[in-house]
Each structure stands twice: as structure tokens, then as C-alpha cells.
T-cell receptor
């Protein structure tokens, strides 16, 4: 069973630039959720994709967007980067519907630094 | 939407003692409550979860209790060990939107 993998693991960008983060979901999973984790904070829900469609979104501006592909892998895109976007971006995959547990399996994260 | 509050933010206990972390949630439609452990520089990992049709669940030294009326749930770790030192997150999932919302975390230090 292949776990959740994310790339890149670390990256540095400057304000105003754009970034794309990638996530391969665990084998057999059909749902991908993206979270932003600032230093010392809990994961903040960005959005969730189920069968290639966004089916939930947190309080993040439209410059945060995403995609899910037919193989259930996913991308997170952030445009017009701001300093506050510096954080660990976590991708988590799950199987839904799943008797209302839908345990999240996290990747190692992509650490984004915006200068 | 769902809001999850967690306290304390930091907790230090003597090795061998018990640790308790408490969370409250706002959405009465939430029905699934996982707890994740995150070690330094690593990904969060599920340690235990509970559904709303159950009041308590145990797994060795770890237990979770749920009070649906009061909308709060707690993590109990007994006989703490050095490897229990980590950040613990509670979370809740509402059937309204299927999102899993996390608390801000509790940093647990096990003192020798």
C-alpha cells in the first residue's frame, strides 16, 4: 500500500509569485484534503476534493485553488503569494463515504517560505 | 461552520502520571472526533477516534470520552512515557459538510 506523498518538500518563493504543490493520495483513496499549518498552530482546512470536484472549502481567498485528477492525485495552487502564506502545507487522503470516519492519512507536507 | 477549541495549549506531566487534553466543538451535527499526534518535523498521525454513538473508547494507555450534550470530548493518556512527548490535535467532522476541523493543538511534555 503506497502512502501519501507530497512534492516539493521545501521551497522558497518571493511575494507576488505563484506556487504549485502536488500530492499523490494513498492507494484506494478517492478524497484529498489540503491544510495549512502555520508554526505552532493546528492544521487549517483549505479545501477538499472528492472525485475531481471541490466539495468543501475553508476561509481561504480565491487565490488558493486546487485540482484533483482522475487518479485522485491533487494540486494546490497559490497565486500572488503573501508573507503570511509561509507555512507547512499538508495533504491528506481518505476514502469517502466511509461509514462516517474517513480517517485522514497525511503526507509529510510541503514547507513554503515566502520572502 | 464547525469550530474546535482545545486546551491546554501546553501540558507538562511527570513520567508515569496521566495527561488529559480537552476539546469543545460547536456544530451539533458533528459525529466523528479523531485525535492526531504530531512529533517534531513529522506528519500528524491518528492515534484514536470516536463516533458520536459511543461515549468512550480505549486503546491500551489511551482513551477518549465524548459528551454530546455538552459538546466536548477529551483525550486521556495514562502511565505516560517519554515517547508520548508530542503535539496532540483534536478534530471534529460535521455531517453537514464532511470537513475535518482541527483544534490548535496541545504540546505535551513528559518530564523525567
Amino acid at each position: 500500500e503506497t502512502g501519501v506523498t507530497q512534492s516539493p518538500t521545501h521551497l522558497i518563493k518571493t511575494r507576488g509569485q505563484q506556487v504549485t504543490l502536488r500530492c499523490s493520495s494513498q492507494s484506494g483513496h478517492n478524497t484529498v484534503s489540503w491544510y495549512q499549518q502555520a508554526l505552532g498552530q493546528g492544521p487549517q482546512f483549505i479545501f477538499q476534493y472528492y472525485r475531481e470536484e471541490e466539495n468543501g472549502r475553508g476561509n481561504f481567498p480565491p487565490r488558493f485553488s486546487g485540482l484533483q485528477f482522475p487518479n485522485y492525485s491533487s494540486e494546490l495552487n497559490v497565486n500572488a503569494l503573501e508573507l503570511d502564506d509561509s507555512a507547512l502545507y499538508l495533504c491528506a487522503s481518505s476514502l469517502q463515504p466511509s461509514d462516517y470516519t474517513g480517517e485522514l492519512f497525511f503526507g509529510e507536507g510541503s514547507r513554503l517560505t515566502v520572502l | 461552520g464547525e469550530n474546535v477549541e482545545q486546551h491546554p495549549s501546553t501540558l507538562s506531566v511527570q513520567e508515569g502520571d496521566s495527561a488529559v487534553i480537552k476539546c469543545t466543538y460547536s456544530d451539533s451535527a458533528s459525529n466523528y472526533f479523531p485525535w492526531y499526534k504530531q512529533e517534531l518535523g513529522k506528519r500528524p498521525q491518528l492515534i484514536i477516534d470516536i463516533r458520536s454513538n459511543v461515549g468512550e473508547k480505549k486503546d491500551q494507555r489511551i482513551a477518549v470520552t465524548l459528551n454530546k450534550t455538552a459538546k466536548h470530548f477529551s483525550l486521556h493518556i495514562t502511565e505516560t512515557q517519554p515517547e508520548d512527548s508530542a503535539v496532540y490535535f483534536c478534530a471534529a467532522r460535521s455531517i453537514r459538510d464532511d470537513k475535518i476541523i482541527f483544534g490548535k493543538g496541545t504540546r505535551l511534555h513528559i518530564l523525567p
